[in-house]
C-alpha cells in the first residue's frame, strides 16, 4: 500500500469496529485524517505506511457511544422525587424545578453531564431541552458531540419560554441561519423536539413535523410512555401512533422515545414509516412505565438505540448499564436467553444508536466516520479471556462497562485523557452543577 495523509494513528491490541458483523480486530490501527475523520481501519501488518504520530495504547479501541435519548441538563435534579411515578414526578417536581433554571444553570448541568458521559465512552448524545444555546456552549466547550433537539412544549412553568409556536419558530430559524450541522467536526445537529402528545395539541406535532421533514431535520418526541398519559389522544386516534399516520406526521426522520405502551398495530405504523425508537430501560424501569416490546421491535426491523432519559429519573448517564439492563429485561419478558446477546446489545450502544438518529457517520469505525474513539483498558480483572473475541465483547458488555474508559477522541480530538477530561476542570464543573442544585432548592 502507497502512504496515506493521516494526522494521526492510534494502534490497539484490540480494535472492535462495531461493523455489521462484530468483527474483532487484533493488533490494528485506526488512522484518522486532518478532518477529524476515519481514513482507515485494519491489521497493523495491512495497514499503509504513514509518516503521522502514532499512539500506542495497550487495550482495546471502539467507536464511541451514542445515548440517542437524553436530557443531560437535569444533572443539577438528580435524586430529586425518585420515588414517583412519571406523572406527578413531573408535575409535582420537575417542571416547577424546571421553572427555576437560567440559561447558565443550563449550561453547568450540561457541562456536568457531558463529563460524566465522556467517562462512560458516551461521545454523542440526542438532547432534547430548552435554553438549548447554553447546551451547544456546554458541547462546545468540552469538546463532545449532540444531536440537539430543542424542546416545544405547553406544561406548567414553560409559559416563561415562549409560546408552542416561538419555540418551533425558533428553531425554524436557527436551523436556517447556521444550518443543520455546524461547529469543528460538526459537533452540533439541530432538529425539532416536539415533547409529546400529551404536552402539545395535535397542530403543534403536525406543523413541526412539517418542518422538520421540509429541512431534514430530525423530529424527536416522546411516544407512549406510561398508561393514561395519553388517554386523550388515544380516545380521538386509537394511539398516539396511529395519530401521527393519521395526519401525516411521518414520513420523515422521526424518533420515538420510550415507545412503551404500544400494540400490534402500534408497532406496524412505526415500521412502515421508518420511525427509530429509542429505549431507555433503565428510566423505565425506576418510573415503573413499563417493559418496552424489545424483541418485537426487533422483528419489525425497526431502528433501536439506547437512550439513558434524564439523569434526574435514571439516576446516571451509563450507557453501559443500559445495554445490561436492555438484555436483561428483553431476556426476562421473552424467557429466552438469546433475546439480545452481548454483541446485539452493544451494536444498540454503538452503530444501531447512530442509525436511530439517521447517522451513517457515528457509532462506527469505517473509513469516512468521525473518528469518536474510545480506548478500554483490558488489564481489568473483568476480562478473563481477552484472546477469546467471544468472551472478550461478553466481558465487555457484562462486567468491565464504564470503568474499563481510559480515553476518548471526538473528531480525531483527544477529549478524555486517563478517565479525566482534557478541556474543563473537572472540579469546577462539579462544583457549578452544585451550585445550581442548592439554588432550584433553596
Do not use: N, Y
Given at each position: 500500500m502507497g502512504a496515506v495523509s493521516t494526522a494521526r494513528r492510534l494502534h490497539a491490541p484490540v480494535v472492535l469496529p462495531c461493523d455489521e458483523d462484530m468483527t474483532v480486530l487484533r493488533d490494528a490501527v485506526v488512522d484518522v485524517d486532518d478532518d477529524g475523520r476515519i481514513a482507515h481501519v485494519g491489521p497493523a501488518d495491512a495497514a499503509p505506511a504513514t509518516d503521522a504520530p502514532v499512539t500506542q495504547l495497550a487495550g482495546l479501541v471502539m467507536p464511541g457511544l451514542v445515548n440517542a435519548h437524553a436530557h443531560t441538563p437535569l444533572t443539577v435534579l438528580r435524586g430529586l422525587g425518585g420515588d414517583l411515578p412519571l406523572m406527578r414526578w413531573l408535575l409535582e417536581v420537575v417542571w416547577p424545578a424546571e421553572a427555576r433554571l437560567g440559561g447558565a444553570d443550563v449550561r453547568a448541568g450540561m457541562l456536568a453531564g457531558s463529563a460524566e458521559m465522556l467517562r462512560g465512552g458516551v461521545t454523542t448524545s440526542a438532547e432534547m431541552y430548552f435554553q438549548s444555546e447554553h447546551v451547544v456552549e456546554a458541547v462546545l466547550e468540552i469538546g463532545s458531540r449532540v444531536v440537539l433537539t430543542p424542546g416545544i412544549i405547553t406544561a406548567p412553568g414553560m409559559e416563561r419560554l415562549g409560546t408552542w409556536q416561538q419555540m418551533r419558530d425558533a428553531i425554524t430559524r436557527w436551523i436556517d441561519a447556521d444550518g443543520l450541522r455546524f461547529g469543528p467536526g460538526e459537533r452540533i445537529e439541530l432538529g425539532y423536539g416536539p415533547h409529546a402528545a400529551y404536552t402539545l395539541p395535535t397542530e403543534a406535532i403536525v406543523t413541526t413535523a412539517a418542518l422538520a421533514r421540509e429541512r431534514g431535520a430530525l423530529m424527536h418526541l416522546h411516544v407512549a410512555e406510561a398508561p393514561g398519559e395519553d388517554d386523550a389522544v388515544r380516545a380521538e386516534f386509537g394511539s398516539v401512533p396511529a395519530m401521527?399516520?393519521?395526519?401525516?406526521?411521518?414520513?420523515?426522520?422521526?424518533?420515538?422515545?420510550?415507545?412503551?405502551?404500544?400494540?400490534?398495530?402500534?408497532?406496524?405504523?412505526?415500521?412502515?414509516?421508518?420511525?427509530?425508537?429509542?429505549?431507555?430501560?433503565g428510566s423505565n424501569a425506576k418510573l415503573a412505565a413499563g417493559v418496552a416490546r424489545l424483541t418485537d421491535l426487533r422483528a419489525a426491523g425497526i431502528r433501536l438505540g439506547l437512550g439513558t432519559d434524564s439523569p434526574a429519573s435514571n439516576d446516571d448517564l451509563d450507557l453501559w448499564e443500559e445495554q445490561r439492563l436492555a438484555s436483561l429485561f428483553a431476556r426476562q419478558r421473552g424467557a429466552d436467553a438469546t433475546a439480545l446477546t452481548a454483541s446485539g446489545a452493544l451494536a444498540l450502544a454503538t452503530r444501531e444508536g447512530a442509525r436511530a438518529l439517521g447517522r451513517d457517520d457515528l457509532g462506527v469505525l469505517a473509513p469516512g466516520a468521525w473518528a469518536d474513539l474510545v480506548h478500554v483498558a483490558l488489564d481489568d480483572a473483568s476480562f478473563v479471556d481477552p484472546d477469546d473475541d467471544v468472551q472478550l465483547i461478553s466481558n465487555l458488555v457484562w462486567a468491565a462497562g464504564s470503568r474499563g474508559v481510559r480515553d476518548v477522541w471526538v473528531a480525531g480530538e483527544q477529549v478524555l485523557g486517563d478517565g479525566v477530561p482534557t478541556r474543563v476542570d473537572p472540579g469546577e464543573v462539579l462544583a457549578g452543577a452544585r451550585r445550581v442544585a442548592a439554588k432550584v432548592k433553596a
Open positions: 401521527l399516520e393519521a395526519t401525516g406526521s411521518l414520513g420523515g426522520r422521526v424518533l420515538a422515545a420510550h415507545a412503551i405502551q404500544l400494540s400490534d398495530d402500534d408497532i406496524a405504523i412505526l415500521a412502515r414509516h421508518d420511525v427509530a425508537v429509542a429505549h431507555c430501560p
